[in-house]
């Protein structure tokens, strides 16, 4: 356990939720480093938190070469899409000590698979992808998926990450 007052926060992907997610850490004394402005601090944070979509450019981008630039005993979260990652890569920064500690919601095969590298690994917190569960929150997907069609309909680009 560490306070998070005086840590930094590094964030790939600054839509809404990566907005809001830097908002909440400033709110707790955090310093917010964005990847697309300053790609370096970023990933010389304390913590370095995923928000953004699974593309073929992006698919595993997050594999040795990217965890080797980051803050030894840095914390990594990946809320977004499990694709993103390298979970061997992952795993083995996590078992050699190199990052402190991972926790993820997503896994590249969900449910995952009996070999998934980071099962089993102390220092890795999984939770279940499930936030959509609620009622509330499926009816809000639903309001925000008819805005972002009415806007890309009206030439919009509501809700759009960069």
């Not at 926060?9 to 709110?27: C, M, N, P, T």
């Not at 795993?91 to 998934?116: M, N, Q, R, Y």
């Not at 499930?130 to 809000?140: C, F, G, I, N």
């Not at 639903?142 to 009206?154: F, K, P, T, Y």
Request: glycine share 8%; net charge negative; aromatic share 4%.
């Amino acid at each position: 356990m560490t306070l998070l007052t005086g840590k930094s926060l590094g964030i790939i992907g600054y839509g809404a939720i990566g907005k809001r997610v830097a908002e909440i850490a400033r709110a707790l004394g955090m310093t917010v480093n964005i990847y697309r402005e300053d790609p370096e601090g970023a990933m010389k944070s304390d913590f370095v938190s995923l928000h953004c979509p699974l593309t073929e450019d992006n698919k595993r981008m997050v594999n040795a070469d990217f965890i080797v630039n980051m803050k030894p005993g840095a914390v990594f979260i990946n809320t977004a899409r499990g694709g993103l990652v390298d979970e061997r890569a992952l795993a083995d920064a996590l078992k050699s000590g190199f990052l402190s500690a991972a926790a993820v919601d997503v896994l590249e095969t969900e449910p995952p698979s009996i070999d998934c590298p980071l099962l089993g690994i102390d220092n890795c917190i999984i939770t279940p992808h499930m936030a959509w569960s609620p009622k509330e929150m499926r009816q809000a997907v639903i309001d925000v998926l008819a805005e972002n069609l009415q806007s890309w309909l009206n030439g919009g680009r509501l809700n759009r990450v960069e």
